[in-house]
């Protein structure tokens, strides 16, 4: 019994180092810059997503899409399911490339979807470009409310195992990134763009259950 606490103390102590010493060796810093915000409020905001309204539940989507397969998810303490359409034709489309939306239900109903390009074996397919989707949404929604340019500056590995462990060597980076925001009182869009102009991530979200996060975020986890 002892050598086996020993063990285990002893990997935990071995995980810890080698924890602190990818932290040591990675860093990144961000500027936001060329800020432009829109004078004009957003009024073509969603009630729904691809014909699937907002507040409705997995049923629905699972109507709507076909076959779906859910998990249970938290942010920061607000708990939710995600749910993705199983058939690859069932998913969101730009300019002819298939990306992955996933919709999140909180009590039952839809609050968002978020998007990020499809990936095999951890390495990024096919992706739109930041001004595709860019353009997708503005057709849709109308003009951002907010856009922005972010300089990320920092260290990094050049290689990464299949579970995204650093494995050096360990070189400079810096690239500049864009991003927009559509926001009202009731919702919001976010785009970003990675350092090739490529699309990175977006998420259409509720006001309120963007503030049920930011509620959530500043509960204590424990007692203590």
């Known amino acids: 019994m002892k050598a086996r606490a020993t063990t285990k103390s002893f990997a935990l102590a071995l995980s810890l180092v080698l924890a602190a010493s990818v932290l040591a060796q990675e860093s990144s810093t961000f500027e936001v ?7 004009s409020p957003w009024t073509q905001s969603p009630s729904a997503f691809r014909g699937l309204a907002f507040g409705a539940s997995e049923k629905d989507m699972a109507a709507a899409f076909g076959p779906v397969k859910c998990r249970d998810e938290s942010y920061d303490g607000a708990r939710y399911r995600e749910c993705r359409a199983i058939k690859n034709e069932a998913r969101f489309i ?3 490339v298939t990306v992955e ?3 999140q239900f909180s009590d039952g109903k839809l609050v968002a979807v978020r998007f990020y390009p499809q990936t095999s074996m ?3 397919l096919a992706t739109p470009s930041y001004n595709d989707f860019l353009a997708a949404f503005s057709d849709k929604y109308g003009p951002p409310t907010s856009t922005w340019k972010m300089r990320n500056k920092g260290v990094r590995s050049a290689r990464y195992n299949m579970l995204g462990v650093p494995l050096g060597p360990y070189v400079p980076y810096e690239f500049i990134s864009r991003s927009s925001e559509w926001r009202n009182a009731s919702m919001l869009i976010t785009l970003h763009g990675d350092g090739t102009d490529r699309f990175n991530f977006a998420l259409i979200q509720t006001a309120d259950w963007e503030q049920r996060k930011k509620d959530a975020s500043k509960k204590p986890t424990t007692a203590f």
């Open 122 to 124: 951890g390495a990024i």
């Open 33 to 39: 810059f060329d800020k432009a915000e829109s004078s």
């Open 94 to 96: 730009v300019n002819g």
């Open 101 to 103: 939306d996933f919709y």
